[in-house]
């Protein structure tokens, strides 16, 4: 599960950096003793702060906890908060405002109308 995820994060920031943007991937954002995203890019006039997740279903689960870390990190970085998911071969990015909750947790999926592709997310829409 763990390669699964890794390999997301590091195919976001390749692609990241196709965007002109410069990025890294946080290795081991989520085992720290402080929160960092698993990704964060800027292109010099934009930051963005990225919790990423690949999954094969057609919706992602986000804990409640994680989402307000994001958000807090990123106000402190002057960023901008993002989480994507790569639903099987396709990412789609989202506000954390988009998210829906559950009884437990947090929820976006794949055919939302608030999902946003990576062209829409890096041009800023």
């Not at 919790?51 to 901008?80: D, G």
Request: glycine residues 6%; aromatic residues 12%; proline residues 2%.
């Amino acid at each position: 599960m763990k390669q699964k995820g890794s390999a997301a994060e590091r195919e976001l920031v390749t692609m990241m950096w196709g965007a002109n943007f410069g990025a890294i991937r946080a290795a081991g954002s989520g085992v720290q003793r402080f929160y960092s995203p698993d990704v964060l890019a800027s292109n010099g006039s934009r930051i963005m702060a990225v919790e990423c997740k690949s999954t094969k279903y057609k919706q992602q689960y986000f804990e409640h906890e994680q989402v307000r870390q994001l958000q807090e990190f990123a106000k402190i970085f002057n960023a901008e908060a993002w989480l994507a998911v790569k639903f099987s071969t396709e990412w789609k990015f989202f506000k954390p405002e988009d998210l829906k909750k559950t009884k437990n947790n947090l929820v976006v999926k794949h055919n939302s109308e608030d999902a946003k592709t990576f062209s829409d997310a890096t041009k800023g829409c």
